[in-house]
């Protein structure tokens, strides 16, 4: 009896300390769930130094219990083994078992003490982590914005060479330093990479902040490149009008000390004549053809701001009045020096009604026909053989629309110049011979760069007393196309008053859809690889370059988005979205064009959009058959993806208006989408009316702005306690869709329940599958007909 109360008073006194143990532990759980987190690193510090001293304790006293509960064990194994009574061999085995369910809590509380420690412990850690990298974001970031604003100090546009000069040294000294902070950022940009990859809790946080970093360093060194390149080209500009100014000084000051008198003897006028000689032979070479020739070299970088600071247009009329007074001071002394009795030389009459004169490009004896000319035969390059149509595209076909058709339309408008707007809109569709004309460019000018240096294109030019060469005529539809709109809104500055402003928007929005079709019609043409007809996609409408995630969450290919994007061109047709990597030939840097190599198809039938994804604005979802394949697309910026989405949502709109139009169009369908389907239905609509219907509804059947048809469904999720519904739907409920009134309800009745109800159209897509895209996993047949 007393080895008995022994061995009671030792077990409870283990048990009682085995649950000081369990309230020290709770007690310092509920402390590490409440701590609040300081918002400065060496608190945070201070608090994983802390933390961990009371674990280490704690698990000092676990063991020390434990040991206890070890050594009681073994005192009583000892006590049984020296016991005979088989009464008090029982209660001994009794306590023993006892002490050892007490151990096998304290090893549990243990087992659970540690993973909730390691956990917070991690997170505290993670917590410093993503502070220290947010402050050296920032830190970072400000410098960056700081760069960026020092970048836009840099003036554009200097008003002397001096100037410029001196512009070009500032902005390479800034690229200096931003090279070098940039340099800092990667190193930023690679510590978020590691982060990321160590399955840090914030990971779409610091991710956005990477790129964001990516896109700060990206938009600087894009700047300055492109400041870079103006200024240079400006640079040479100011030189070229430099080198004019000084000419006509120059000629001025010969002019104006050329003695009248002395022009009286022929020995004097031809002295006069030769010193005018000598200065056109020092002419610079810009300006030895033609004082247009400086505005076209330099026209892409004219701006109007440009204009102002550089005055090009004075300085070209200077020049030109100054080849005007020497070629009259040469008339004049030519006279005075030709002492010769001229034979007189008869001259045939010229018609009375002359025909208008034709282009030099395209009249029989000029341009295209001198490839045909038997004397030039010997000149033209083997590569130029039979390749007129190459090399001059369709312009035939533009001088015969313009020459024919669209000047007679203009010169009605002399009288009222705002009534061009209509003469646009009815002749819209024969400027599309542009669109033909720049689809040829890319192969006129490699044949040109092939030929451009053969003596059959210099004899032409010498021939037809071009001042310019035959690619700056073969440029002229291309830049003409472009100033069709500049014309356009200048017109429409001057007409806010007029009767015909609708017409000139009109004629100018065409003109613009012109532009950009053809754009998008370039991009096209460079496709490759891709094994089809691209004109059965339907209308190119949108193309640009983005970054691309792809996981397949389906099948056998199953595999999770990678970390690093793709970088793809996205091309957005009526009937598709193509997916290509832009790539660019090798060879020198003129001769490098890009082009784009196919990758991947969506058709619009099967594809669905999640218009927000978390973290990033500039972000998209793309979801195709039923998110088998998810592409996560990422946007320049926030425009172009609202831009994007509007014309897919157009797409997909039509799509679904296709559908209902079938839907009407067929009473067989009453029962639900694709129910049941009896034999007059296949035979009356066609195989192909049941495959667009199916097709359609597969992308549609989960998608936001889905119109739900009469059927029955089963319910994904509850319906809303907050909503005005009057009917109740619970998850796995099967609900039958009767009919929809004028204010968008439908009526509803719950079959699971025996119920009916109006329901809104958006709780109902809510309940039938708008759910659906919140979860990683769908089910198998959510959002269709409980038929099907």
């Known amino acids: 009896m007393t080895n008995s109360c022994f061995w009671y008073k030792a077990i409870e006194s283990f048990a009682v300390t085995v649950k000081e143990i369990a309230q020290l532990l709770q007690s310092f759980g509920t402390e590490l769930a409440e701590t609040e987190l300081p918002d400065e690193a060496d608190a945070i510090e201070f608090l994983l130094r802390s933390h961990t001293d009371k674990y280490r304790q704690l698990k000092d006293d676990i063991r020390s219990v434990m040991r206890e509960g070890r050594h009681l064990l073994s005192n009583l194994e000892a006590a049984k083994a020296a016991k005979a009574d088989g009464q008090e061999d029982k209660d001994i085995k009794q306590d023993w078992d006892t002490v050892q369910r007490l151990l096998a809590q304290l090893r549990d509380m243990e087992m659970a003490f540690d993973g909730f420690f390691e956990k917070h412990h991690l997170k505290l850690q993670q917590y410093l982590q993503l502070m220290r990298y947010e402050m050296s974001f920032h830190e970072m970031e400000e410098i960056l914005d700081q760069l960026s604003g020092q970048e836009k100090e840099v003036a554009a546009v200097g008003g002397t060479v001096v100037q410029t000069e001196q512009l070009l040294k500032d902005l390479e000294s800034l690229d200096t330093r931003a090279q070098e902070e940039m340099g800092r950022a990667q190193i930023i940009i690679l510590r978020g990479h590691q982060l990321a990859t160590g399955h840090h809790y914030a990971l779409a946080l610091i991710v956005q902040r990477c790129n964001e970093l990516r896109h700060h360093c990206d938009v600087l060194t894009t700047a300055i490149r492109a400041k870079r390149a103006t200024l240079t080209r400006i640079r040479h500009l100011l030189l070229r009008l430099e080198e004019a100014r000084r000419w006509c000084d120059e000629g001025a000051y010969l002019l104006a000390n050329q003695l009248v008198d002395k022009f009286q003897s022929k020995e004097g006028a031809q002295g006069a004549l030769q010193d005018i000689e000598r200065l056109q032979e020092e002419t610079p070479l810009c300006l030895s053809q033609s004082p247009d020739v400086l505005s076209l070299e330099f026209e892409a970088i004219l701006t109007p701001q440009l204009e102002v600071c550089i005055p090009i247009g004075v ?18 002394l030519r006279k005075l020096a030709d002492i010769q009795v001229r034979p007189i030389q008869l001259v045939a009459p010229r018609p009375e009604h002359s025909p208008r004169c034709k282009s030099p490009l395209f009249s029989p004896k000029h341009s295209t026909a001198e490839m045909d000319n038997p004397a030039l035969s010997n000149l033209l390059p083997s590569a130029l053989r039979s390749k007129k149509e190459v090399l001059f595209g369709n312009m035939p076909e533009i001088y015969k629309f313009h020459s024919r058709t669209f000047l007679q339309d203009l010169e009605g408008c002399l009288e009222t110049p705002e009534r061009v707007g209509a003469c646009f809109l009815r002749r819209k569709e024969k400027f599309q011979v542009y669109e033909r004309y720049c689809q040829n460019k890319p192969h006129s000018e490699l044949l040109w760069r ?164 978390k973290g990033d604005v500039k972000k998209f979802e793309l979801w195709y058959s039923g998110r088998e394949e998810v592409y996560i697309v990422q946007a320049p910026t926030f425009q172009i993806k609202i831009t994007w989405l509007t014309e897919i949502r157009k797409i997909l709109t039509n799509q679904q208006r296709l559908l209902q139009g079938f839907y009407f169009a067929s009473t067989c369908l009453s029962a639900s989408m694709l ?60 609900i039958q869709l009767l009919d929809q009134d004028t204010v968008g309800k439908w009526l509803v009745r719950n079959v699971s329940r025996c119920d009916e109800g109006r329901v809104s159209a958006d709780n109902l897509h809510r309940i039938l599958g708008e759910s659906g895209r919140a979860h990683s996993g769908r089910m198998e047949g959510e959002g269709l007909p409980v038929d099907q």
Not at 315 to 332: D, G, P, V
Not at 451 to 464: N, T
Not at 516 to 531: C, F, L, P, R
Not at 704 to 714: E, H, I, T
């Open 315 to 332: 300085a070209t009329e200077k020049l030109s009045a100054m080849q005007r007074m020497i070629h009259n001071r040469q008339a004049c």
């Open 450 to 613: 092939q030929c451009s240096a053969s003596l059959f294109f210099q004899e032409c030019q010498k021939k037809l007393e071009h001042k310019l060469g035959l690619d700056s005529y073969l440029l002229k539809p291309v830049q003409r196309l472009t100033k069709y709109q500049l014309l356009l809104k200048e017109l429409l500055k001057h007409s806010a008053d007029s009767d015909y402003i609708s017409e000139l928007q009109g004629a100018l929005e065409s003109m613009l859809d012109l532009l950009k079709s053809v754009n998008d019609s370039m991009h096209q043409i460079a496709i490759t690889g891709y094994e089809g007809e691209l004109s059965d996609l339907g209308r190119v409408l949108m193309q640009g370059s983005f970054s691309v995630w792809i996981s397949h969450k389906r099948g056998p290919t199953r595999m999770k988005a990678r970390f690093k994007p793709m970088q793809r061109h996205l091309f957005l047709h009526e009937h598709a979205l193509l997916f290509c990597k832009r790539r660019e030939e090798h060879g020198e840097a003129h001769d490098r064009t890009p082009f784009y190599s196919f990758k991947h198809c969506l058709r619009m039938s099967a594809v669905g959009i999640t218009e927000n994804v």
């Open 675 to 734: 129910g049941v389907l009896s034999i007059p239905l296949v035979f009356y609509c066609g195989v192909m009316l049941l495959s667009v219907c199916f097709s359609v509804y597969l992308v549609l059947r989960g998608h936001a702005f889905l119109s739900q048809v009469p059927g029955r469904y089963r319910a994904l999720v509850e319906s809303s306690v907050c909503s005005t519904d009057d009917l109740i739907i619970k998850c796995g409920d099967v």
